[in-house]
């Protein structure tokens, strides 16, 4: 079992363009979750995903939207990356929304 | 302003000693977790606490839940280099399932 993965590991971007970032998890998992962590601040929830086919807003989902694409895969969008989204960003799952989240290895982005 | 202030943010200490590192707030929570995260990769829960005054142990790691609910306690005896990593407290409180992250304390510990 892979558990959570995410892809791409690393990315650059400029000011306005866009991008997906992708998250899988194979642990027939109901939930999942969008984080960014930036020094400092600790973790912070962008959007998540309480079961297939609901998604709703965390503490910081401006600039963002997402997809539950399936139970399997939730992704993130960037529609016009700011210098401001610069930051790692982990996708989470849990069997529920009560229960223990295991998280992804993380996607660096750098925005410039 | 975070929900869980944490304290200290960096403690660096020599192999053999011992560490505590705390998580504060002055919400009440239904439950609270503990995560090690090591460089480059995604935190690892190490421990869930839901009851007041509880205290957990996990090999040379003790924690500890408050009695009232709004803090607990990291505490690592005999430390090791194989503990270095972010230690990140997080908690939900009563009627809210969504995590709330401390911003972590970075441990160092010198062979």
């Keep these: 079992n892979a558990g959570v993965t995410q892809t791409p590991k690393f990315q650059v971007l400029k000011t306005g363009q866009s991008m997906t970032l992708q998250c899988a998890q194979d642990m027939n998992h109901n939930s999942m979750y969008w984080y960014r962590q930036d020094p400092g601040m600790g973790l912070r929830l962008i959007y998540y995903s309480a079961s297939e086919g609901t998604t709703d807003k965390g503490e910081v989902p401006n600039g963002y939207n997402v997809s539950r694409l399936n139970k399997r895969e939730f992704s993130l969008r960037l529609e016009s990356a700011a210098p401001s989204q610069t930051s790692v960003y982990f996708c989470a799952s849990s069997e529920g929304v009560d229960y223990e989240q295991y998280f992804g290895p993380g996607t660096r982005l750098t925005v410039t | ?109 010198r062979a």
Aim: hydrophobic share 35%; charged share 15%; aromatic share 10%.
């Design chain 2, 1 to 109: 302003t975070q929900l869980l202030e944490q304290s200290p943010q960096f403690l660096s200490i020599q192999e053999g000693e011992n560490l505590t590192v705390y998580c504060n707030s002055s919400s009440v929570f239904s439950s609270l977790q503990w995560y090690r995260q090591e460089p480059g990769e995604g935190p690892v829960l190490l421990v869930t606490v839901v009851t007041g005054g509880e205290v957990k142990k996990l090999k040379r790691l003790t924690f500890q839940f408050g009695d009232a609910r709004k803090d607990s306690s990291l505490h690592i005896t005999a430390a090791q280099p194989g503990d270095t990593g972010l230690y990140l407290c997080a908690g939900t409180v009563f009627n809210d399932y969504k995590l709330s992250f401390g911003a972590g304390t970075t441990v160092t510990v």
